[in-house]
């Protein structure tokens, strides 16, 4: 909510600047998000007064004006503004002065061939209004040479975020209530006299919803004049960030953004019969003054006349019925509408408006005829007109709510010492009524008031949360017991390890289109909802990369070259008991270039199976898996592409992972370009090692002799898996071979056909003491013996 420190200080006399009244309503719980200084944007420009205006010779709109500006020689100005005139004031921007309308930095400059020493200025360009037809006339009066800022006495503008539970202070009276009761300045109540009227309304009013419309006041006023508002009204809404509109608009908004109370007023001429409250009918259609025609149901109140309906209650009134500039005759409408109705009504018809905001908050029931009756003299005074009698149908709810309250609750609750009279004078200053026996009775407007302990949150918020001493919890003596289970150090090495290799972490739902879960499901049971926020949301996922590679598509289509995104969740499913089965999950997906162009590398270059791979392994191993024991597999599910994907697995069913290239068909089906790679880390499958706990490194401790390596190359079947070959090597000596890679693989001449030449590399690593050459010449014929249980034979 907006509002300038100038419209507070109507309601609050205080010598406290914009800053300390800052910090007060933060003290108190009204979170200031931002304060803006009119006066900055009007720095540069200064009252000014034309001397001579003569025509333009070289156009015939424009006219070249001779300005006073208090300081100095005249300026001369070329101006285009019909109303400019020799002995007139208005607003001066002097070179190097930005126009807040349009962010404009002004020049010294020739304008059809005349130098322009700056601009006279628009309402417009000032923001100060929206009229643009001619620029700013100031009064006779106005000191010439006077910065605009001084004198247009531009006032501090707070932000303030209310939070759901004070709708009471959705109006700056409330806000004002609040800082008198934490001690800034005093309060200046607004003096309201009930205005009888001249003779009876000569409408019907009556609501027949009164569920849903408790209350519904209204008088006529005839013989308005629905012209512009006053300046001083203005200023206020537009600091509020309102747009003027007429002045009987105007002061309805001015009612609501003051007070808190929305209002409506309609265009007498446009009515039929009665006015009245009541449940649309299933299929009622409504043109808003938003231009959007709304389908209306029978669980929604409406205002409405014999004709139709003019008004979705409490939210939005209707574009035919609302005044004009024409208008003479009004009917004012000021309700008390059901806080829920008026919820759902809303969400429904996905409309939002700030009349809704502060009704399904909840207004204050006791102020219908204080607010009818301001809304009255303000229109008789800016518009002129006669009253009616003031017609009241149906009751608001008013019914006081007591609480007996005891003031030592404020210790044992709030943690800080408050005096009684201090607790009491508290209350008192935020409009509770506190007997001598502590039976506090709450003001109607207090929606969130229901118990003692609100009470106590109210004292001890205006005494002062920074009173509230800080006091540490006991701490049991010793190391303390740790609370996360295996999973949770899991999940948080995972998450730095993966953002450590360039991964970026998603956050995605939880919920997918049936097809899409279809997919992914390898015809396990789903979880489907009966009742889904969408039905793009229905099907709980089986696979966590379905909401990544959705993800990834949309950084595409936004331009993004290249996507690398994993995410820690759960996958669902339903358990053969019908329970949810829940399994916690890594998903990685890499789309686009792993590589952009450039001069030295080339091409760009993309991501491939290897990849993939490659993420696998480096995840599992973070996880604390011995990924030397892993054995690489295929059947990594019909997601993928057959030629290049696989599992990793312990054992030949113990699944931890899967990863590879997606498949054309699974690209398709979410309408993405690719090639796309995924990995999946099965968490679930990871087993605990003994003892408890997941697996986790063996200290490191250096060898004490020094490693050495040797070169075999093999001839092997070009259907063999290289990874098979180089585990069989592995486990051929167990306690001096320590590693094998592969390093070269070659097929072509030289190696006959159906054949490949697979170059690996073994290091071995001696224990107490060297190897000797007989020790390496028997741990190398082990090699080759273990190859050729695989068909691999040594080349020569």
Not at 133 to 146: F, K, S, T, Y
Request: hydrophobic share 45%; with cysteine.
């Amino acid at each position: 909510m907006k509002f300038s420190l100038e419209w507070l200080k109507y309601f609050l006399d205080t010598q406290a600047d914009a800053a300390e009244i800052a910090a007060a309503l933060n003290r108190i719980g009204h979170e200031v998000e931002g304060i803006e200084d009119p006066a900055e944007k009007l720095s540069g420009f200064r009252v000014a007064k034309v001397l001579t205006a003569k025509p333009h010779p070289d156009a015939d709109k424009l006219q070249v004006l001779t300005v006073e500006t208090g300081d100095g020689d005249p300026l001369q100005v070329v101006c285009g503004a019909p109303n400019a005139r020799a002995g007139m004031l208005g607003v001066l921007g002097l070179p190097g002065v930005v126009v807040p309308a349009n962010g404009m930095e002004l020049r010294k400059s020739a304008i059809r061939g005349v130098e322009s020493n700056g601009m006279m200025c628009s309402v417009r360009e000032l923001e100060l209004g929206d009229e643009h037809d001619g620029i700013i006339e100031l009064p006779e009066d106005a000191p010439v040479g006077q910065s605009f800022a001084e004198y247009h006495a531009a006032s501090p503008v707070f932000d303030v975020a209310i939070t759901p539970n004070r709708p009471d202070c959705m109006g700056v009276y409330g806000i004002a209530r609040d800082l008198v009761a934490a001690g800034v300045g005093t309060f200046n109540p607004v003096a309201i006299e009930a205005i009888a009227g001249e003779g009876a309304c000569p409408v019907e009013i009556r609501t027949d919803d009164p569920d849903g419309c408790p209350a519904f006041y209204g008088r006529v006023i005839k013989g308005v004049t629905n012209g512009s508002s006053p300046a001083w009204m203005q200023r206020r809404l537009i600091a509020a960030g309102q747009r003027p509109i007429s002045a009987i608009v105007d002061i309805t908004n001015y009612l609501m953004l003051a007070f808190g109370r929305p209002a409506h007023a309609y265009d007498l001429a446009k009515l039929t019969g009665a006015v009245v409250a009541r449940r649309a009918a299933n299929g009622e259609t409504v043109e808003a003054l938003n231009e959007k025609t709304y389908t209306l149901d029978e669980s929604m109140t409406v205002i409405a006349d014999d004709a139709g309906v003019h008004d979705i209650a409490g939210i939005m009134g209707g574009e035919h019925s609302g005044v004009t500039d024409a208008t003479t005759d009004v009917l004012l409408e000021i309700a008390y509408f059901d806080p829920e109705r008026i919820s759902v009504t809303g969400r429904k018809l996905g409309l939002a408006s700030d009349a809704r905001t502060r009704f399904e908050r909840g207004v204050d029931p006791a102020f219908l005829d204080d607010g009818l009756a301001l809304l009255t003299e303000l229109i008789l005074r800016i518009c002129g007109g006669k009253a009616s009698e003031v017609v009241r149908a149906g009751s608001p709810p008013i019914a006081p709510k007591v609480i007996a309250f005891d003031p030592s609750l404020t210790s044992r609750l709030g943690g800080i010492e408050v005096d009684e009279a201090e607790q009491r004078r508290i209350l008192t200053a935020l409009d509770f009524a506190v007997a001598d026996d502590w039976q506090v009775t709450c003001p109607p407007r207090r929606h969130d008031i229901e118990g003692p302990a609100d009470l106590v949150e109210e004292v001890v918020r205006i005494h002062g949360l920074d009173a509230v001493q800080s006091t540490p919890l006991p701490r049991a003596e010793g190391v303390a017991t740790p609370t996360a289970t295996p999973l949770q150090i899991i999940e948080r090495k995972l998450r730095r390890s993966a953002a450590a290799r360039g991964l970026s972490e998603a956050v995605t739902w939880s919920f997918l289109p049936v097809p899409q879960a279809e997919h992914f499901a390898d015809e396990a049971p789903l979880w489907v909802l009966d009742n889904p926020i969408s039905e793009d949301m229905k099907a709980m996922r089986p696979s966590l990369i379905p909401g990544l590679l959705s993800a990834a598509k949309r950084n595409a289509d936004r331009g993004a070259a290249s996507s690398r995104l994993f995410e820690i969740g759960r996958r669902y499913f339903r358990g053969a008991d019908g329970a949810s089965d829940e399994r916690p999950t890594l998903g990685v997906v890499m789309a686009g270039e792993k590589r952009a162009r450039g001069w030295a590398s080339g091409k760009a270059a993309m991501f491939d199976a290897f990849d993939a791979k490659a993420e696998a392994l480096a995840l599992l191993e973070a996880a604390g898996v011995p990924t030397q024991n892993l054995m690489v597999m295929g059947e990594a599910g019909a997601q993928f592409h057959p030629g290049q994907s696989g599992t990793l697995r312990l054992g030949s069913k113990n699944v931890l992972a899967r990863f590879g290239t997606l498949h054309p068909t699974t690209l398709k089906a979410f309408d993405v370009d690719g090639p796309v790679m995924a990995v999946e880390l099965f968490l679930d499958k990871i087993p605990e090692k003994r003892g408890g706990g997941s697996f986790a490194r063996s200290a490191y401790a250096p060898p004490a002799l020094q490693a050495i390596t040797r070169d075999f190359a093999f001839l092997v079947a070009s259907d063999l898996a290289t990874g098979e070959l180089v585990r069989t090597i592995k486990g051929a000596d167990k306690q001096a071979i320590v590693d094998a890679r592969v390093f070269d693989v070659f097929a072509g001449q030289g190696v006959p056909e159906g054949k490949t030449s697979v170059a690996i590399e073994v290091t071995l690593q001696p224990g107490e003491k060297s190897f000797t050459d007989a020790e390496i010449k028997a741990v190398s014929e082990k090699i080759v013996a273990a190859a050729a249980k695989r068909g691999a034979e040594l080349r020569g």
